[in-house]
């Protein structure tokens, strides 16, 4: 696992198909919750992307993006990335998702939006840290049940905005670090019924997934419930998700007025 990895658009039917291979060993879903190779292939056809991160020959992990059309300008929505469990840790989340930007602006396509479970931290420092993407959108049990990781919880999403010529965007993509957002005791936490009066506000949610969701279900339930509550209202009063940081009380979100 050492070798030299490329990024690069999918060629062939088999390369395809091995999109489930890597999405079987990531999330230990059904096959009926995979997108089936057929899917894919069309959607790229049609306009969208699917890139691999290939070490020789073998697939180590891919990003699947399709042409998003609400939104009111060109915009491409990511419906899936994964990486083989035993390629995490190198960086290629990161690659993948450059990856795509460089592919969507060399197409004058500047807005990239995706979903994901807003408990997962480092999906977080991922989305919101290390890309600088916002999230202004709660989307409750999205999915509807998904089985794996979820059992049967909501399938709760954040959805994320990555403007991909916006400059703090550019400058991460670059390897810069833009400005984080401020965190401290001066920047209050929100709960359900409770909008705190400041710029800044921190959303708390519960650290330990996936793996809770199988340890502590009714624990998890009860947290999802008060987070898209909060999550809610705190998106209605024009919050929106700026930044990700770690107390010693767990995880929070940093929000800020749009």
Known sequence: MSGRVVIRELRNPEEYQETIDVAKAAWRFADRVLSPTSDLIAATHAGGM???AFEGRRMLGFVFGLPRTNLGESAQHSHLLAVRPVAQGRGLSVKLKLFQRSWCLERNIRVVTWTYDPFLIKNAKLNIGRLRATVRNFLPNFYGPMGGIYGN???DRFEVTWRLDDPEVAAAAAGGNPPAIPDGPAVPLA???RMPDAPVVALPFPAGA??????DHDGTLRARRRFASAAKELFAHDFEVRGVAIRDSGPVYLLTRG
């Open 191 to 193: 709960s359900p019924g």
């Open 50 to 52: 699917t890139a691999g």
């Open 153 to 155: 919880l909501p399938t």
């Open 210 to 215: 996936p793996g809770i969701y199988r340890t």
